[in-house]
């Protein structure tokens, strides 16, 4: 079983629409989880941090996560055709310390028509 | 604030090719550097890591070597460019010690003929 699995899609969608984006994982030591948007042929650029269980809400954008179900989401609210992107999620069971290193889903791939 | 440089944002070299990708960054000190390798449909590869000048540690064998001869710089090379090297290469870097977000460089997409 991969560390984190992330549906690739793509999905396309109406721009206005209710976009969700979602990862598994199996390492129930995760505690802290992100999302990033990469636009094509650029870096990713960090999108959403959140830190163990709960709801994160950052304008349009909602993270949420689920420990005892080893789930994460990312809600797109009132979806426009600029998020069109590869959303990658990303997790770690350590802050600082001895552990530098993120756990990335491969990346779903977002499309919004106008 | 801080950012992140990464040159070339483009390169095509032949196989058995010599190759050096830089990455430096401002804004902050004593981060942590990392190179990822991003291949279609195989998600992020972490290649290599530093958290200070001269150290490196490497995660995936291979004929690729890194090094951080300044605070703020990390270089990617090699010594003989294979086909399987394609790929879009990713600097990034994280607060020295603390949180792990990382923040990622523009890239390199870097064709082996």
């Known amino acids: 079983q991969k560390e984190v699995e992330q549906d690739p899609g793509p999905l396309s969608v109406p721009e206005g629409a209710i976009v969700s984006l979602n990862c598994t994982y199996s390492?129930?030591?995760?505690?802290?989880f992100m999302w990033y948007r990469q636009y094509s042929r650029k870096g990713p650029e960090l999108l959403m941090y959140?830190?163990?269980?709960g709801n994160k809400e950052d304008g349009r954008f909602t993270a949420q996560v689920d420990k005892s179900s080893k789930y994460i989401s990312l809600f797109i609210r009132d979806s426009q055709p600029s998020d069109s992107a590869t959303y990658l999620c990303?997790?770690?069971?350590?802050?600082?310390?001895?552990?530098?290193?993120?756990?990335f889903g491969k990346g779903t791939l977002l499309t919004v028509n106008p | 604030s801080q950012t992140i440089h990464q040159w070339p944002a483009t390169l095509v070299q032949p196989v058995g090719s010599p190759l050096s990708l830089e990455c430096t960054v401002e804004?902050?000190?004593?981060?942590?550097l990392y190179w990822y390798r991003q291949a279609a449909g195989r998600g992020l590869q972490l290649l290599f890591y530093?958290?200070?000048?001269?150290?490196i540690s490497s995660e995936v064998p291979q004929n690729l070597s890194a090094s951080r001869p300044q605070d703020r710089q990390f270089i990617l090379s090699s010594k003989k460019l294979l086909l399987s090297d394609s790929g879009f290469y990713l600097c990034a870097w994280s607060v020295g010690g603390g949180l792990d977000t990382q923040y990622f460089g523009p890239g390199t997409r870097l064709t082996v003929l």
């Open positions: 530093s958290v200070g000048i001269g150290q």
């Open positions: 390492n129930s030591a995760f505690q802290y």
């Open positions: 804004g902050t000190s004593n981060p942590n």
């Open positions: 990303a997790m770690t069971h350590n802050s600082g310390g001895s552990n530098y290193k993120l756990t």
């Open positions: 959140t830190y163990s269980s």
